[in-house]
């Protein structure tokens, strides 16, 4: 699926991403995979523990999956599908107890709290849950800090108004954060190119930026967004690719024998 606003678009299936996206080769563009069960009918765990299951082949960075997340034995399929963190949303507004039974059960490190953002008509900032379908009473601010509170492990921020958009964060977003922020905040929604990542993690109150765009219309942009990254002093990990395939080849050719 692709997002705009939180407006979906499905451009193919499993075999398509596949066909299209060879996640073994982006794993040396990015730090950590996002993937979410965006679907906002009846969602089917099982099908999407097996497409997590092929995405997670060969992609040897740490994935964070989520999506309708409800139950403790859901958590477990997802992380036996591949998952290193699990993503919740809906549960951190209603179910303060069930967020720390996942991180008594998984640690609180395998927690992510996701937090989707929007404007409202007078420009205030509010909290939605359901997919972007539901408005949370009360200002962002407060549900922020009350989550932080809880026993996650890091915050996903992000703009619901800049998804998909490519037109750069909501850097006035993160006035909304508590002034002395004690949990990690992967800022989301709107990055569009290499610049808006740079920027993003020029804020000392980012730890981690986070695109969709790049990976789904750029081509190589996500390569490319991190070799100049890396080219402009962020200090990011290096992998000598051309090493890695080597070792790979070496790996199969002694199973193949």
């Not at 765990?45 to 497409?51: D, K, L, V, W, Y």
């Not at 808006?196 to 790049?214: E, I, K, M, Q, S």
Request: a negative charge.
């Amino acid at each position: 699926m692709l997002s705009r606003n939180f407006r979906l678009q499905k451009v193919g299936d499993i075999k398509w991403l596949q066909t299209n996206y060879n996640f073994s080769q982006i794993s040396f563009s990015i730090d950590e995979l996002v993937v979410l069960d965006v679907t906002r009918n009846e969602r089917d765990t099982g099908a999407f523990c097996e497409a997590l299951k092929i995405l997670s082949e060969g992609c040897f960075v740490p994935i964070a999956a989520g999506g309708g997340i409800r139950t403790i034995s859901h958590a477990h399929a997802l992380l036996h599908s591949g998952a290193d963190k699990v993503v919740v949303n809906t549960p951190l507004y209603e179910s303060k107890g069930f967020i720390g039974e996942l991180a008594r059960e998984f640690g609180q490190q395998c927690v992510v709290a996701s937090i989707d953002i929007r404007r409202v008509a007078d420009g205030a900032y509010r909290a939605w849950t359901e997919a972007g379908s539901r408005c949370v009473e009360g200002p962002a601010a407060y549900w922020i800090e009350r989550v932080t509170n809880t026993a996650v492990g890091e915050i996903y921020l992000n703009s619901i108004d800049r998804d998909g958009t490519g037109q750069g964060y909501d850097l006035q977003l993160l006035d909304q954060l508590p002034l002395d922020m004690p949990k990690p905040v992967i800022l989301a929604g709107g990055a569009g190119n290499a610049t808006h990542l740079a920027t993003g993690l020029a804020d000392a109150r980012v730890d981690a930026v986070a695109t969709a765009h790049l990976h789904n219309f750029v081509g190589d942009g996500l390569k490319r967004a991190r070799q100049s990254l890396i080219a402009g002093g962020v200090d990011l990990p290096v992998w000598d690719v051309q090493l890695l395939e080597q070792h790979r080849k070496a790996q199969d050719t002694a199973s193949f024998n």
